[in-house]
């Protein structure tokens, strides 16, 4: 038998957006969680003969995501967050503004 958290299954893949997805999961239930999101440097592989597309929605930084993040996160958990040097302090910020506001809803005894 497979546990569930939330709506999902664990021990699967989910292909969904991730938008979609934490909102399935209850507040305060995951111990990690690692992302490698777009970075919003509007990357198009360079490095072979066959040029790739340029990735989908990567001309901004999408962070719209982070307040379900610190939301589902326990106290005590990790999260991890990779980017690149050039737009590294645009995403600190934002995960800096968020991990603030997460923390002030629970001084006033709400879930952020």
Partial sequence: MTANIGELKLDTIHHMDINDG???IP???I?????DPPYGINYRSGSRKRKFTAIRNDNIIMADWLA???RVLK?????????RWDVYAKWYNR????????RLAKERGRNG
């Fill in 22 to 24: 934490l909102k399935l």
């Fill in 27 to 29: 507040d305060n239930s």
């Fill in 31 to 35: 111990d990690l969680i690692i992302a």
């Fill in 68 to 70: 379900d993040a610190y």
């Fill in 75 to 83: 106290d005590g958990g990790a999260f991890y967050c990779w980017t």
């Fill in 95 to 102: 995960i800096a503004h968020h991990q603030e506001l997460h």
